[in-house]
T-cell receptor, first 114, second 110 residues
Framework: KAGVTQTPRYLIKTRGQQVTLSCSPI?????VSWYQQTPGQGLQFLFE???????NKGNFPGRFSGRQFSNSRSEMNVSTLELGDSALYLC?????????????FGPGTRLTVL | DAKTTQPPSMDCAEGRAANLPCNHS???????VYWYRQIHSQGPQYIIH???NNETNEMASLIITEDRKSSTLILPHATLRDTAVYYC???????????FGTGTRLQVFP
């Protein structure tokens, strides 16, 4: 069974640009969550989607947005990039719509903003 | 969501048991204790979770105190590949929102 895949793996952008990251969950998983990891702030929850609906949102500005498609694939978008957006962006999927199942993480997309 | 407290770092000799403590004194009855680990530059990996009973799987054992205010993750025979940051998380049963703390950096040495 294929794991969570994220594309691209590495990305370099400049300030002011926007970026879209993609996540394909494990087949059959309907919940997809996004996390940002930086050396200073650690792992922080961005948002969670289930059945194309955002169910939870972390404390990030509106420049960070996401969506989920009918096949459970998810994208996140960051507009007007800032230097501080440089981070590892991780996506995780889970089988159930309850918090009693493990989440499977992808390898992440490393975004560098210059 | 309950806050968890873990020691910042621990060492363990290869082949010995690694016992990683976690304090979650404000955990509610609806929150599970989850453990994940992150090996350098990889995505976090699920290890084990439990509500109030001790749990064991092929990776580890989880011991939860009777009052549920603390728990211990046990890696019975640590290997060098177990060197990672280990996160203890109190997760409400009705959400997938993981709140990661700073975790414990476990160093397994030969």
């Amino acid at each position: 069974k294929a794991g969570v895949t994220q594309t691209p793996r590495y990305l370099i952008k400049t300030r002011g640009q926007q970026v879209t990251l993609s996540c394909s969950p494990i087949s059959g998983h309907r919940s997809v969550s996004w996390y940002q990891q930086t050396p200073g702030q650690g792992l922080q929850f961005l948002f969670e989607y289930f059945s194309e609906t955002q169910r939870n949102k972390g404390n990030f500005p509106g420049r960070f947005s996401g969506r989920q498609f009918s096949n459970s694939r998810s994208e996140m978008n960051v507009s007007t990039l800032e230097l501080g957006d440089s981070a590892l962006y991780l996506c995780a999927s889970s089988l159930s719509d309850r918090g009693r199942n493990e989440q499977f993480f992808g390898p992440g997309t490393r975004l560098t903003v210059l | 969501d309950a806050k968890t407290t873990q020691p910042p770092s621990m060492d363990c000799a290869e082949g010995r048991a690694a016992n990683l403590p976690c304090n979650h004194s404000t955990i509610s009855g609806n929150e599970y204790v989850y453990w994940y680990r992150q090996i350098h530059s990889q995505g976090p990996q699920y290890i084990i979770h439990g509500l109030k009973n001790n749990e064991t799987n092929e990776m580890a054992s989880l011991i939860i105190t009777e009052d549920r205010k603390s728990s211990t993750l046990i890696l019975p025979h640590a290997t060098l590949r177990d060197t990672a940051v280990y996160y203890c998380i109190a997760l409400h049963y009705n959400t997938d929102k993981l709140i990661f703390g700073t975790g414990t950096r476990l160093q397994v040495f030969p």
